[in-house]
């Protein structure tokens, strides 16, 4: 924790959390945020749990408009799961106010802090422990981007400009690469080949989109396994978190950067390559529960090149991982070092899978066609 607890316990209590204050520990496995748990005690025998997080604002430059579309997608979404009968309490995520109003505080050192109920008897994942989380997370994800169907796209700020724009990315890595600023591209040379090799792939979901071949739709982003709480009882997916990314993207995106990390056979940073595949039948579930969950609103064209969708989503990543690393590690959090080429390496070994099995996740997607 690079806070010490009374500096935590005094930025948790600005906000309009129940009960007494117990305790504050470092949470979950995510690269951006710091996300902590708090503990609040009500009665002897009962305690609320909230998260409380740091927003990175080097990654989020404006907090304010990222806090926009989180209020506006989150009381969107509980209003339309009140009316289909859910527990909007649970199965959205619910932003707890400042006391005195206001959604998030900002602190003398600049950083901007918010805090979330604790969904409760739920799990998040950051591996695949059993096939029918992932199909449930599909399911999930798949829906909550139905439901955001008729939400007005055109109100969202863009949270990172150009996020899974892949043209944009590799053009951002060849600047890498090319001010070689951390003197460690001569290291990475093979990487940086397997990058340049797929120039051509980087323009194909970008053109198609810029064509109005396949739609604009207002989507997750990061869409990973650890983006969604899977309950304890039912084993659904019962709430889609971390919406810092929600703005208008591809369905291609939200299905493809989650087969990127939950069809993996390996974890993101795996260093035993011999470990990296994408599981076929992990990919065949998450496109059933995928397609189910978007409830008919994929087109044809999108369907056919979920395979495309899964394949760039991977490669983006590795690039992002590899630009990162290149620049001296200041965007993901990394826990070694060499840790973002650790992540690189895995990504660009499952697209190297992907490329090889071509075919097969090709025939699965075309029996939904
Ligand atoms: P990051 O952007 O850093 O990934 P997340 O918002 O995904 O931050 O939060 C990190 C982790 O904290 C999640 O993977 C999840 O395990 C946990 N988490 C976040 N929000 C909640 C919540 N409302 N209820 C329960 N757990 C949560
Ligand atoms: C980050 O925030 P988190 O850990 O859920 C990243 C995603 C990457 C992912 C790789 C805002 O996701 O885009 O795919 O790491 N989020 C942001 O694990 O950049
Ligand atoms: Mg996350």
Redesign the pocket.
């Known amino acids: 924790m690079s806070r010490d607890k009374t500096d935590l316990i005094r930025i948790a209590e600005k906000f309009e959390i129940e009960g007494e204050l117990e305790n504050v520990t470092p949470?979950?496995?995510?690269?951006?945020?710091d996300?902590f748990l708090l503990t609040c005690r009500m009665t002897p025998e009962k305690v609320r749990k909230y998260?409380l997080?740091r927003m990175?604002h080097e990654v989020f430059k404006d907090p304010a408009g990222l806090m926009e579309n989180v209020m506006g997608v989150t009381t969107f979404l509980q209003k339309k799961i009140k009316e289909n009968g859910g527990d909007p309490e649970r199965e959205a995520?619910n932003v707890i106010p400042i006391k005195g109003g206001g959604t998030y505080c900002k602190e003398e050192d600049g950083t901007f802090w918010r805090v979330?109920?604790?969904?409760e008897n739920?799990d998040?994942f950051d591996v695949v422990k059993r096939p029918e989380d992932f199909y449930e997370s599909a399911v999930a994800f798949g829906h909550f981007q139905k439901l955001l169907e008729d939400y007005p796209a055109e109100s969202l700020h863009e949270t990172i400009p150009n996020f899974h724009n892949t043209i944009d990315r590799m053009d951002k890595f060849k600047k890498a690469v090319e001010a070689d600023s951390m003197h460690r591209a001569a290291e990475v040379e093979r990487e940086i080949q397997f990058v340049l090799e797929r120039e051509e792939d980087c323009h194909v979901l970008c053109d198609m989109l810029a064509s109005g071949e396949i739609p604009l739709r207002v989507t997750h982003n990061?869409t990973k396994l650890?983006?969604i709480?899977l309950d304890h009882e039912t084993g659904k997916g019962i709430?889609v978190?971390?919406l810092?990314t929600v703005m208008p993207g591809s369905a291609l995106y939200d299905y493809g950067d989650s087969i990127r990390f939950g069809a993996n056979t390996g974890e993101e940073d795996e260093k035993d390559l011999s470990k990296i595949s994408c599981d076929l039948e992990l990919f065949a579930l998450y496109t059933k529960g995928f397609i189910e969950g978007c409830g008919g609103s994929l087109t044809e064209t999108e369907i056919k090149m979920l395979p495309m969708g899964a394949k760039l989503m991977t490669l983006e990543c590795g690039i992002r991982f590899l630009t990162d690393y290149l620049e001296g590690d200041h965007y993901f959090k990394i826990h070694r070092p060499e840790h973002n080429l650790d992540r690189t390496r895995t990504q660009f070994a499952m697209v190297k899978d992907m490329e090889d099995k071509w075919s097969k996740m090709q025939e699965i997607v075309e029996h939904y066609l």
Not at 27 to 33: L, R, S
Not at 116 to 119: A, E, L, Q, T
């Open positions: 949470h979950g496995n995510g690269h951006i945020n996300t998260i997080q990175n995520l979330y109920r604790f969904v739920a998040s990061d650890n983006n709480m709430c978190i971390d810092d």
